[in-house]
């Protein structure tokens, strides 16, 4: 047998074994060489950092008029208790005396039985045609007695002989009588109870029949031309109506225009009205400050417009002094006297500012605004002070 081949492909072997970790090492390099080589170039991009969007509206100055709100109950400017004068009996009822009915000036509403009074006129009358033809008995008396004197007196004569006290007590059962005849006249006339206003009855406390004295209440009407309405004005309201509150009336050049509605200030019925005075001490039970407004009814009679209720509960929006060089933002965007703006930089901005009044769902702003700030409305998670961010343009 041939033993040398053999041996030489043992050696073969034994020298791949000791050098396979070098072929493999060999066989790594240079795969990794070939990759390197043809591995594709990566672009090199530029890192964008997305800035939040937010939106935002612009900051305005503008002057403004405040309004105050209020609420109030509709009364009668002009309400009247009518009284007996007399001792008589009710003898007419006009059908407008129905409590709730409205009557008219110079209206006839009850009548008194005159009867008694007519007669005492008669007498009055008579007395007074007595004493004049007495005053006349008594100048031409006093006129002989003078004549007598001047002929065969000697002197001055006295009062008595010249007749002057008699003619004076002539001249003023005279003035007694007329006046008696004036009193007749003047029961005759209160006897018959007559509207001095346009108005409506709130009660009747009479019949037909019925025995009355001075002092008896016959009835209770209002006057329908004129409204008013008490208006309790808040602490903080107070300085912004620009009103003295001293108990006095208002001259017109400083009355305040106030709207009222029904209910509330979206109700369809609206009505026009004036403040003209206010009152000098404080409500005993809202502890506040009120007003007084007027409502002329005769324009809303003349335009169809829908009435007035004597007892009607309206909400009032009064008309308040001008305020200059404020901004108007809603006031759910202020949080503790501050404001988030974005900035002419575009950057978020919290600013201390000065907030003059709130106003239904507004805030008044004074000062504390800076050039180039929009007012931030867009609601984010978080509010960082100095974040740059981006927004679009009204």
């Not at 030489?8 to 070098?22: A, F, Q, Y």
């Not at 008896?216 to 903080?236: C, H, M, N, P």
């Not at 901004?327 to 950057?347: A, G, M, Q």
Request: net charge neutral; aromatic share 6%; proline share 3%.
């Amino acid at each position: 047998m041939n033993r040398k081949p053999l041996l030489d492909n043992i050696n073969v072997k034994n020298m791949m074994k000791k050098n396979i970790g070098i072929i493999i090492l060999l066989v790594s390099v240079l795969l990794t060489i070939i990759l390197i080589t043809l591995r594709p170039e990566i672009e090199v991009q530029n890192t964008v950092q997305k800035l939040p969007y937010v939106k935002t509206t612009e900051i305005l100055s503008q002057t403004i008029n405040s309004t105050i709100s209020s609420q109030g109950v509709i009364a009668p400017e002009t309400s009247l208790t009518i009284l007996s004068e007399l001792s008589s009996k009710v003898e007419w009822i006009s059908p407008k005396m129905e409590p709730g009915s409205n009557f008219n000036t110079n209206d006839t509403l009850i009548i008194l039985d005159r009867r008694d009074y007519e007669l005492a006129l008669i007498t009055a009358q008579s007395n007074v045609l007595n004493a004049e033809v007495n005053l006349e008995r008594e100048k031409a008396e006093s006129d002989l007695a003078n004549k007598e004197w001047e002929r065969l007196g000697v002197g001055e004569g006295s009062d008595l002989t010249l007749r002057k006290p008699q003619l004076a007590q002539a001249k003023a059962i005279l003035a007694a009588a007329e006046a008696n005849i004036e009193q007749a006249n003047r029961n005759l006339e209160r006897a018959i109870i007559i509207a001095r206003f346009d108005g409506r009855v709130q009660s009747r406390s009479v019949e037909i029949g019925t025995s009355v004295f001075p002092g008896t209440v016959l009835s209770k009407i209002y006057g329908t031309d004129y409204f008013e309405v008490r208006l309790v004005v808040a602490d903080q309201d107070v300085s912004f109506t620009g009103l003295d509150f001293n108990g006095k009336f208002l001259s017109s050049s400083k009355q305040l225009q106030v709207e009222f509605s029904q209910g509330s200030m979206v109700s369809n019925y609206r009505w026009k009205g004036n403040i003209v005075r206010t009152e000098a001490e404080v409500d005993p039970l809202t502890r506040m400050l009120a007003i007084v407004a007027r409502i002329d009814n005769r324009k809303m009679k003349a335009t169809s417009q829908t009435p007035l209720a004597i007892g009607q509960y309206v909400s009032a929006a009064i008309n308040g002094i001008e305020i200059k060089n404020v901004s108007l933002i809603p006031r759910t965007l202020v949080r503790n006297e501050s404001v988030w703006v974005v900035d002419d930089k575009k950057v978020l901005r919290k600013r201390s500012v000065e907030i003059i009044r709130f106003e239904n769902e507004n805030a008044f702003i004074g000062n504390g605004f800076a050039i180039g700030d929009r007012l931030l409305t867009t609601r984010l998670s978080s509010l960082v002070d100095g974040v740059k961010v981006t927004y679009d343009l009204d």
